[in-house]
């Protein structure tokens, strides 16, 4: 039983606890401790046989055997996980970089020699229409321009407030 147990006991700590079940049956505990808090739960799965010590004589060292394989294909399937992950994420991590890279040198020499463009074509835009009536916010008639005193209209100022 213990030499099955020697590859699990070269990386972690087991415990093993024996109790009594029932009239003929015990039941054997076997708990590898964790190596350190940030490893996976599933390391540390513990074991649990029950049986009569006839049982148990014939039958745990092969189930010990079975665990400890199945335990060690675990530990090397989730390390190689891991270090896939890490690999693909430092991998998106450089290709993100020089995206960006691309982005910034694509920018810097093309703003520097084209003009900035406008923000609409002059094609676009219309010519001021001039003193033309203008409809009223709240839908009434629509509003002249203001006349002055020989009936010509007064020009409008560019913003501010207007007494």
Known sequence: MFS?????????????TVAREGDT????????KRTSASENAALSTP????GTPEELDRDLAKELAAYVD???????TLAQAKATMEAAAKAAQEEAKRKADEKRKAKSPSSA???APT???ASSVRP???PANTSSLFGGASV???????GEPQQQQQGGLRL
Do not use: W, Y
């Open 4 to 16: 099955e147990l020697m590859p699990l006991l070269a990386d972690r700590t087991v415990l093993i």
């Open 25 to 32: 049956t015990i039941r054997v505990n076997v708990c590898p």
């Open 47 to 50: 074991l649990s046989f029950v």
């Open 70 to 76: 199945t335990h060690r294909q675990l530990g090397s």
């Open 113 to 115: 020699s084209a003009p």
């Open 119 to 121: 923000a609409q074509p």
């Open 128 to 130: 001021d229409p001039g």
């Open 144 to 150: 002249e321009p203001p006349q002055s005193k020989h």
